[in-house]
C-alpha cells in the first residue's frame, strides 16, 4: 500500500527542526547532543499537536477523531485444563514461552494468573505474543507430570476469570460504552458505573453470564513501566466474548521504525508549525510559527469537525428495551405490517 506523499514523516520534520535551529539538514553531520536536541523538539512538538491547548471560544481541549479508533477486547471465563504439547521454554533470565495447540490466549490475559494443574505453581502471564502462546514470568521449564507406566507429559494449566481484563498498553480513556455484536445484529449495550458499584454487586450475587456493566480501574504501579488500566466486567463472562468500543489511544513517538504521525496529510503543515514553534520557544525568539500554529490548529479543528460529524444527528426515538438490566437495540418495525387508517402501507 503507497502512502501519501504529501504527509510529513520523521526525516522531514527532523530536517525542518534541524534547519530552524541552525543546524545543517544533513543527519550525519549532527553530533550526538544536536541529535538529541532536535528529537526533543520533535517529541515536544508532536505532543503539543496531539493533545492540543484550549482554543478560543472553547471550553475544552479538541479530541482529535484519528485518535478515538473503534477497537475489539475479547473477553473470557474460565480456561481449564489446557495440555501443551511441549514443555515451557525458559529463557534464562526472567520469562517462560508457553505455547500451545490451539486458540487458548487473548491480549486480555495480561497480568493475569495461570496455574499449572498439579504442581500448583502459579505464574504471572507477561505478555500476550499469540493466541497460541504467552510469555509468563518465572522459571516453568520443569512443569511435568509422571505418566502412569513411566515416563513424563507437560503438566495441564488452568486461568481463572475474575472478571478483570487488561486493557491495551495504549488505552487513554474509553469513548462511551461496551457493546456485544451477535450473528443476528443484536446489540447488548454494557454500561458503565462506579468501581465501588461493581465492587457491591459482586459481594452480593457472584455469578457467570454475559456482562451488564463495567468501570475501568489502573492499576498500580512502580515507575518501572506505564500506567495501565483494566476493565471490570459484571457479572463475570462465562464465554469468550467480544466488545466492540472507541477508545483514547496514547500514541508512540515518532521514530526511523514508527515514520508516519497520526493523523492525516490535511493536518500535515499543523503538525510541523507546532514542532517549529515549539523550537520558537526554545531559542526564546519569537519568529512567527506560534501565531501560525495556532492558526493552523484552528482550521484543522474545524476540518476534523466537519469531516466526522453526521448530516443529522438520527431520529427522536429510543429502539432499545431492557431485560434483567440489560440493554438491546433492535429495529421495532422488521417483519412488521405498517398500515395507515387499517389499510397496509
Not at 484550549?54 to 471550553?59: C, Q, S
Request: with cysteine.
Amino acid at each position: 500500500m503507497s502512502e501519501p506523499n504529501l504527509i510529513n514523516v520523521y526525516n522531514d520534520l527532523r530536517g525542518d527542526i534541524a534547519y530552524e535551529l541552525g543546524y545543517t539538514r544533513t543527519e550525519s553531520k549532527w553530533n550526538a547532543e544536536r541529535n538529541a536536541h532536535i528529537t526533543r523538539m520533535l517529541k515536544q512538538g508532536y505532543s503539543r499537536f496531539l493533545f492540543p491547548e484550549v482554543l478560543p471560544g472553547d471550553t475544552v481541549p479538541h479530541k482529535w477523531s484519528f485518535l478515538e479508533p473503534q477497537a475489539e477486547l475479547v473477553v473470557w471465563g474460565d480456561v481449564t485444563e489446557v495440555r501443551p504439547p511441549s514443555l515451557p521454554v525458559y529463557d534464562g533470565s526472567a520469562l517462560s514461552t508457553i505455547t500451545v495447540s490451539s486458540t487458548t490466549f487473548y491480549p486480555s490475559m495480561t497480568d493475569r494468573t495461570l496455574t499449572f494443574d498439579t504442581s500448583g505453581n502459579s505464574y504471572v502471564i507477561d505478555s500476550y505474543v499469540s493466541g497460541t502462546q504467552v510469555k509468563v514470568v518465572g522459571d516453568a521449564s520443569g512443569e511435568e507430570v509422571f505418566i502412569p507406566g513411566g515416563g513424563t507429559q507437560p503438566d495441564s494449566f488452568s486461568i481463572t476469570a475474575t472478571g478483570d481484563y487488561a486493557l491495551p498498553d495504549d488505552y487513554g480513556g474509553i469513548t462511551g460504552d461496551f457493546h456485544i455484536i451477535d450473528q443476528q445484529n443484536v446489540y447488548i449495550r454494557v454500561r458503565r458505573i462506579g468501581i465501588g458499584q461493581i465492587q457491591n454487586l459482586r459481594a452480593n450475587q457472584v455469578y457467570s453470564s454475559t456482562p451488564t456493566h463495567f468501570a475501568v480501574i489502573p492499576r498500580s504501579m512502580t515507575g518501572a513501566e506505564g500506567q495501565r488500566q483494566d476493565v471490570m466486567l459484571y457479572p463475570t463472562p462465562d464465554a469468550t466474548i467480544t466488545l466492540t468500543y472507541r477508545y483514547s489511544i496514547l500514541p508512540d513517538a515518532v521514530t526511523s521504525s514508527l515514520p508516519y504521525p497520526r493523523g492525516i496529510e490535511v493536518h500535515a503543515q499543523t503538525l510541523r508549525a507546532a514542532c517549529l514553534a515549539e523550537v520558537e520557544m526554545d531559542k526564546g525568539m519569537s519568529t512567527g510559527y506560534e501565531q501560525k500554529y495556532l492558526n493552523l490548529l484552528q482550521a484543522s479543528v474545524q476540518r476534523d469537525r466537519r469531516d466526522h460529524m453526521p448530516d443529522n444527528l438520527g431520529e427522536n426515538l429510543d429502539r432499545s428495551t431492557t431485560y434483567g438490566g440489560t440493554e438491546f437495540y433492535f429495529d421495532r418495525t422488521l417483519g412488521a405490517s405498517i398500515t395507515r387508517n387499517g389499510v397496509p402501507i
